[in-house]
């Protein structure tokens, strides 16, 4: 998402947190387009799904500068749904709730640059609202309601991770000290637990240690 047109609302109200007096957005530097180039040299980056998609972007801009990657998480989302001319339809709270371990799937992309120094993750969890248009064109999982936009209600707290160490402070507590993704996923991982190991174990902070009940066994390293 490089020019506004394309971006949400959700992208424009985290870009206007970040951006302090006198930083510029939509910032050429070299062949990229940066949602934020701060007085000091170093770069901001909002991206609300998909961190794999900046990898290339993200590995040149980290040859000579600090970059701050921004990636939120919707803690609550409210779905507001709209005929094409605008008349409300429904405003509800989804029963879908994001959590810290989905940020390891989109880390599967860009594992390898979470050592460099030069990087900060931010995770921002936040209130978030997203609008549906009931036009027929969307998914047919939503009975073709289409989604229009997403906007930012509030953020409630912020994640900023500078180390891979820091990842290992995202494990759930009461974790054994030899587990598996079972004892992941019992401990409210879910789906996530296996990105969870993969990504640890590429980063060295987790080892296989063995099998249980047909699976493998970690321990941190």
Known sequence: MINTWNESYLHEELKEHYRGEGDEAEAPVGTAICDILHQDGSITEIQTTSLGKLRLK?????????????????????????????????????????????????????????????????????????????????SWRRKGVRIENRKLDSINRILSITSPRDLLSILPENLPSEFTTADLEARGTGKHAGHMVWVLRKLGLIEKIGTRSRRYVYRIS
């Not at 921004?70 to 005929?83: D, F, G, M, S, W």
């Not at 640059?113 to 969307?138: M, S």
């Open 58 to 138: 993200l590995e040149r801009l980290l040859e000579d500068r600090k970059v701050r990657l921004v990636y939120p998480i919707a803690e609550r989302l409210v779905l507001e749904t709209k005929t094409v001319d605008g008349s409300l339809i429904s405003s509800r709270k989804s029963p879908k709730k994001g959590t810290i371990y989905q940020v390891f799937r989109e880390l599967t992309g860009i594992y390898h640059l979470i050592p460099n120094e030069r990087l900060t993750l931010d995770i921002v969890f936040a209130n978030i609202t997203e609008f549906r248009i009931a036009d027929g064109t969307g």
